[in-house]
């Protein structure tokens, strides 16, 4: 019962982004509230903004947090941000400047709402993840375990789950992650109402954390808390009947827990490419779903040094007549960064131009498929500055705009890529799966 308060106080969140103050006040309000009794709406003015402000309900099934029909029938891309700014470790690379730098770089490149006001949609409105959004990836002794893991959490700094990986934490980490869950959950709503009146609808893309893809059925796993691209597909099935979801996770590094989600699945198609022995070492090439989900999981791990040559063929060769056969009704993305050549944490070599190559392509992948209904969910990517020209231009490809790649590329951090393996893996890959 202690687990429903929590979801319910948790309320509903708005909360403009320019404003650093409000994030800070929205901290400070979520990282308290829950032990408050009889929360009353809350209203918080920070000095930038009048429109941000933080309030509570009880009703946590409400989600009408839908934009305007305008904003509906003109959006090219969509955002919402839950930057958990409470959730943070000293020198942790998942740390709480990422998502600022991400809202840094598009206001500086002037690619956020306030200056395209109808190209681009900031949903500012939207509910945490419930119970019931939890409980449809992540298992019971997860789910009514999490209050005492919350105590401990806040005790030791760490959620600890029997079975899956312990994952740092603070006071805040689960109202921010519920937060990170809605985010995504609000953003399918909106995609799938814009596709209702246009063909071309605004790509979605929730500049969340803590990230989402290696967070087990059984528990946190990986900087990661909960599943936050499961819990949206899940939502996307039960909400709006979109039967068959497609998953293309680009993060470098294997998204198992979301592997594991749907094992079994044959309506949730699960790709994923990543770097061969990276964490957490899962995701192999013969791994391919289970049961009636045989065939509908595809990993395809990568050769170290693997780069823009080798991810364009696998788009062209491997993802899309993946998702041309799946006939999706809707595709969602785990959008990690971390492959980049720049990002410390592990060995590929994509560039910001890979980035925008992959944003548009798959963006014409929805549209073929699925009229245009996905949405992108960060993940990973730890160089803050790679990171936010990354997304910035992924956001330019949503826009129809040519990429500024060439601005933040430098060709002298490349090296040859090893293109015989990567050719072998491709072929391997196509061969057990018949593509
Ligand atoms: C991050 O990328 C920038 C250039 O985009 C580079 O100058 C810097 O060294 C990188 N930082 C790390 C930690 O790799
Ligand atoms: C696909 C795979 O190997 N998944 C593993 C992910 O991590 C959990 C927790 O360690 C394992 O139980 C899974 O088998
Ligand atoms: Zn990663």
């Not at 946590?60 to 029909?69: D, G, I, K, R, V």
């Not at 509908?296 to 080798?310: E, K, M, W, Y």
């Not at 949503?398 to 060709?411: C, I, K, V, Y």
Request: proline letters at 5%.
């Amino acid at each position: 019962m202690m687990l429903h308060i929590i979801f319910i106080l948790a309320g509903y969140v708005s909360c403009s982004i320019r404003s650093r103050l409000c994030w800070l006040r929205k901290h400070y309000i979520f990282g308290n509230g829950y032990v408050e009794k009889n929360v009353k709406p809350i209203r918080v003015y920070s000095q930038q903004t009048k429109r941000s402000f933080v309030c509570c309900s009880s009703n946590t099934q409400f989600n009408h947090f839908l934009p305007s029909e305008t904003e509906l029938l003109n959006g090219k891309v969509i955002y919402s941000v839950a930057a958990a700014m409470g959730h943070n470790k000293e020198a942790h690379p998942e740390c709480n400047s990422r998502v600022p730098a991400i809202i840094d770089a598009l206001e500086k490149m002037k690619l956020t709402s306030e200056f395209r006001s109808m190209e681009v949609i900031e949903l500012e409105k939207f509910r945490p993840a419930n119970v019931e959004d939890i409980a449809s990836v992540h298992e019971g002794a997860y789910v009514s375990g999490l209050e005492k893991a919350m105590d401990q959490a806040s005790e030791q700094g760490l959620i600890l789950i029997e079975g899956s990986g312990p994952t740092y934490a603070t006071s805040t980490t689960y109202q921010e992650s519920l937060l990170a869950a809605g985010a995504g959950i609000s953003l399918v709503d909106a995609v799938v109402a814009a596709s209702k009146i246009r063909k071309d609808p605004p790509v979605g893309f929730a500049l969340v954390r803590p990230p989402g893809h290696h967070a087990v059925p059984t528990g946190p796993m990986g900087f990661c808390v909960f599943g936050n691209v499961a819990i949206a597909a899940r939502y996307a099935q039960r909400a709006h009947g979109l039967k068959r979801v497609f998953i293309i996770d680009f993060d470098v590094h294997h998204g198992n827990g979301t592997n594991d989600a749907f094992y079994d699945d044959p309506d949730i198609y699960f790709l994923s490419t990543h770097q061969d022995g990276s964490y957490p070492g899962t995701g192999r090439i013969n791994q391919i779903g289970r049961g009636d989900g045989e065939g509908a999981t595809l990993n395809l791990p990568l050769p170290g040094g693997s780069g823009d040559r080798a991810i364009r063929d696998i788009f062209d060769e491997v993802i899309a007549p993946c998702a041309q056969r799946f006939k999706p009704d809707i595709i969602l993305v785990s959008a990690g960064y971390d492959a980049h050549v720049l990002d410390p944490l592990a060995n590929l070599q994509f560039t910001t131009a890979t980035y925008y190559m992959l944003a548009s392509n798959i963006q014409q992948l929805a549209r073929d498929l699925c009229g245009g209904r996905c949405v992108f969910f960060l993940e990973g990517g730890y160089n803050l500055t790679s990171l936010s020209n990354s997304v910035a231009d992924s956001f330019r490809a949503f826009l129809g705009e040519p990429s500024l790649a060439a601005e933040f590329d430098n060709p002298a951090f490349l090296y040859e890529e090893p293109s015989r393996k990567v050719k072998e893996a491709i072929q391997r890959v196509k061969h057990i799966h018949s593509l």
